[in-house]
């Protein structure tokens, strides 16, 4: 397949316009990590990547405000926000090698979510590409504005079928003063979640919790961010229930192996589930009903990630979860079932969205659940 | 309006939910922003999601535009009514559906007002944070439209962030939930982009709404002065630093004047004030406070008083919540600004303000959410000098060409509706203001929905802004403005 990468968002913009002007599919990239989550390309498809516009174009410390090329690495800018004590909190799969634009089309968050939110939090405004070659701009670089449709959320989780991040606009966090990590494990899921839940009730306000493992051996991981005194006490409370301290580096290694798994995949399916956080009954009989080898879940989000022997328990999972509103979504190694679940009730009107503003169709045509 | 329409309204909701007598609609005619004025052909006040459906129909398939109004305190004319329109009123869809404080959500209908949001959970220890100041009677639905936001929005973000879903009929009259409790669910986040959007994209009939545990302690800290430079320059400090206060205000000598004349609150006679509020657990906001005091003192804070009590902590908001209406202490008339710019910006563009000032012969108070920027500069003139009030419009739209120069924004919270819609173009470029249109006509292509609202047209470009005519609210000292 054809890769083209343009070196500005003009010349990103003029490829998109000759192939929407002979309906040729394009298939936006970044850097190519997170290609797994959507249906394969078609075989004529042109590769756009990103990779050559990868520029920090502002950062204002003083305002923690970045605007950066979407293609940059998240691992690149973290490092260089770090040299202001700064950051983005936000810790996706693959975050370290992937390109910023990717990762916002993928909608992706990892364990940090839980005190942080996701980026639909945290951008400000963003600079697209539209399939008509018309670079276009909404929201801002400040972080308070009303001023018309905040479009730029349209594009966070739309795997590129809307148009082709070129820019975007963060606002930035100090980095915390303190963290502290502890460990508690179990035999059976149920006990990990049970203990999951009394690690994020108040007094406890975690950064991260995160059951992880299968079979007969879960642990339960959680992070305290904040004030050394805040963290301390967090800790000393976390300790009381039952977990133990571990090392800064041994955390750091897990935390980030907790945020990329299943990231790159391997042979087994890869299944990812949400319900609303309330529902842990069916958060549990669904995981049951799917048979998880091994997962991430956090489960007082409602989120988990699964590695499956198969997907015979599917159709189960999302008879129990669909109906409740949520979703099960295969996200590699789907063969024949379907990627995606049940339609919503708004899917006419993302029809509609995606006919306005890809009206030839070329943006990832068939990969995502928009058609 | 032919009688054969009315009647079907009429049949659809019950005749009680269907107003034509003219005295009637003309309490339509205008929201908060009252020099436009535009009566409607009809207003209907349905008592159901259903009856909003049914009235949205009708309208449909007539091709009638239609305005979503909820408390009409908004101060962009966004519920301003088309002539040959229906105003559809949502005030009595007001009922709480049902409270979840497990999960710390609650769902509303869109009539329900603000406040009572958090007057129903507080007991329980909970409260729905945005708070315009309004919030005492503006509805749960105008603030999903205009995305509203308040003081306390600093550390808590904007109504955005607390919607989790909503019902909404679309100008077809279809009836559509967006977003939803559950993460990572595959799809477009069209409740992202329907939040903010005026009433422009659909009508809100059922919101899911987050709650907020309430913090353990609060502290208010005044801080005096000599300039809006060195509070502008604590205020950097302070975030620099990472501590996020819930709020974080600054007022300038002229606001001060006025705010002292109209209320007494016993601030120091000072260049400029910077009220700070910080909570969450007492030994963590202890040892912030005394962060934020160094960092005060060393940007040349000359006076610092700490508001521990509920008492001392309403003294001292009373003044800061006082100081739009305090103006016409000190002028006849003024106009009030709403624009944003970036935090690094304020003490240039402070000073660009009071220049442009100078050469008008006008006077500018200032009064601004520091935090994020949004500032509130406050025109003042006399209307019986020839000219004058001219002059202050001028000055007040080139306030916020100011802002756009700067980085930032034309609005941070009272939204374009009628009054900056000519801004727009400003703000953005032709292509981007396409890109929203195209949107918008995915959700409703016969631009029925709120139809001159947010966008510009150029045949009706050099709108006036217009005096600041008090609110009937701020008057009767129900709400204030701030
Ligand atoms: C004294 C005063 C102080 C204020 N302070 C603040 C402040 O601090 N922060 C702030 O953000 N604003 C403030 N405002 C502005 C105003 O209160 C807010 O914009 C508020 O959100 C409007 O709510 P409302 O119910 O009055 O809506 P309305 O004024 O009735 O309508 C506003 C917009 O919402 C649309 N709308 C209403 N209901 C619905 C619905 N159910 N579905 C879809 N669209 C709908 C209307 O069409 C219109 O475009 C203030 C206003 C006053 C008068």
Redesign the interface.
Known sequence: MELISPTSPEELAAVLAQASAAARPVVPLGAGIHQHLVAPPPPDALRLGTTALDRVLEH??????LTVQAGARLGQVQVVLAGH?QWLPWDPPGGAAATIGGLLAC?LAGPL?QAY??P??WVLGAR?A?ADG?????G????????????H??H???YGT?GVIVEVTFKLA????AWRTLLAESADLAGALEMAARLAA??LAPASVVVCGGGTHYRVAVRFS??P??VA?QGQYAAGLGATALADAAAAALWQSLSDFGTPPDARPLV?L?????QRDAYRTAIDALGAHDGVYQPT???ARMLCADLAGLAAARAIVEP????V?VEHGAGDAPR??AA???????H??R???DPAGVLNPGR???D | MEQRIVDAFRRALGAPCVITDPMQLRTYECDGLTNFRVVPALVVIPESAAAVQAAVRICHDERLPFVARGAGTGLSGGALPVAEGVVISLTRLNRILEV?L??ECIIVEPGVINAHVTRHVSDAGYFYAPDPSSQSVCTIGGNIA??A?GAH?LKY??T??HVLALDVV?PDGSM???G???????????A??F???EGTLGIVTRACLRLV?RPATIQTLLAAFHSTDDAGAAV?AI????VLPAAIEIMDRLSIVAAEAAVHAGYPDCGALLLVELDG?A??VD??MARVNALCSACGAWEQRLAASDAERAVVWRGRKAAFAAMGRISPNYIVQDG?????ALAAVLREIHELGERAGLRVANVF?AG???LHPLVLYDRKVPGQEHAAEALSGEILRICIRA??????????GME?RAF?AE???E??????Q??????DPQRLANPDK?FPRPRLCGEKTGPYVPHPLEVAGVAEFF
């Open positions: 204002v410390p003083a305002d923690l405000t004590g909608g979510r939110g996701t639909r939090d697209i539209l018309t670079l276009v701009k909404s801002g670089k400040v972080v308070k504005n009303v001023a018309g449709y905040d479009l959320k349209l966070i989780g739309a809307l100090p980095q915390p003063a108040p007094p904040g004030v005194a805040a006490r990812r949400g319900i609303a956080p309330q989000i409602g989120a409740l509103g949520g979703a979504v995606w679940g919503r009730d708004s899917a006419r009107l993302m509609a969205l006919q306005r503003l995502a659940f928009v | 979840d497990d999960n205009e995305n936001g929005c973000g904007f955005v962030t679309l559509v939930r967006l939803g409790r559950a993460p990572d669910r595959p799809g477009y986040d069209l992202g982009v939040v903010g959007s545990k950097g975030i620099a630093a990472g657990p030994s963590e040892a912030l944003v710019i970036p935090r690094t959410h994020d920027g949004n980085g930032g924004s034309i609005t941070g919270e009272h939204g374009v900056k727009m703000m953005f470029a292509p981007d203001l396409d890109t929203m195209r949107v918008r006509c995915a959700f947010v």
